[in-house]
DNA sequence: TACAATTTAATTGTAACCAATCAAATGATT
DNA sequence: AATCATTTGATTGGTTACAATTAAATTGTA
């Protein structure tokens, strides 16, 4: 590459990340504003129906999320009916997140959400699991840094 | 996979996508608070770098952003001296966004930040070509829909 | 020419994001 | 026990992001 090259659009690799990801989230506005979700809220609810119960600091690992972010939007999905925030009785700074039934019962109705979207994204298979490898070896690799 | 697992965070190709955007997105923010930029300001001076002049419906085209992320974005340029802003007087719509000298300056300065940044991602060449090469088929992909 | 439709930015309102800081609880050291 | 350091979330402040709407200019058409 051209020395002067470096700083085009077209040679970065952050851009068209950063672009897919944004186009990507967008396929979900529609089928989540259904359920009154955004997609934040929709990815910490996919923790939560996996884990049923877990604090601030373990969902911020897996969202690579801070609490400057998640206190409000769990506050708001407190409000939604969908979770609560419970202070750990051993250690009262840690705060537990849980499902409540109607948190529970949401993920029912948001199991056809990946088909939709991915009605959406015509990669193949193959094309679709290297992507998906790229990314967490991207992911992995700058957590270390 | 198991109609169960669609809605597993791990099962989605959607989030390390967006995880992976925003971890990078992170790693310019010393090199660009050097210069007073956010990364969303820095990928814009880089199409004025690139172009000298283009209107607000073009660089929204550019960069995935329409012009209530852009109209703020482009004050706060111009407020910094590195860009300004004048209506066409041709279609008076239209909003002409052009360097100033203090703007063509700061490309020097930026020179050397996709070296600093690209030293924190360690991929092989051959990896990412490959991810480059999957990203902009999603991206050209979904904005087909 | 009228005037409806379209185009272009700007505005409004809501929700992220995140750097930086703060406050409270806990742990470690003496 | 007293004090310092660390951990955990919350808060603050500034900047996106984007859906939805608005306002103004232009274009198309009767």
């Not at 934040?40 to 801070?66: A, C, P, S």
Request: glycine content about 4%; some cysteine.
């Amino acid at each position: 590459m051209k020395t002067n090259d470096a700083l085009k659009l077209d040679n970065q690799l952050c851009f068209p990340l950063y672009a897919a990801s944004r186009e990507i989230i967008k396929l979900y506005h529609v089928p989540l504003s259904r359920l009154g979700l955004t997609y934040t809220q929709y990815i910490t609810m996919m923790v939560l129906w996996e884990e049923k119960h877990i604090n601030v600091k373990e969902l911020g690992k897996r969202l690579f999320l801070d609490s400057g972010t998640l206190t409000p939007l769990l506050k708001s999905l407190e409000n939604q009916g969908y979770i609560t925030r419970t202070r750990s009785s051993e250690d009262e700074r840690v705060l537990v997140v849980e499902l409540t039934a109607q948190g529970k019962k949401l993920k029912s109705k948001a199991s056809n959400i990946p088909y939709e979207v991915g009605a959406c994204v015509n990669l193949s298979p193959e094309e679709a699991g290297e992507l998906y490898r790229l990314l967490y070896l991207l992911l992995n690799n700058i957590s270390d840094t």
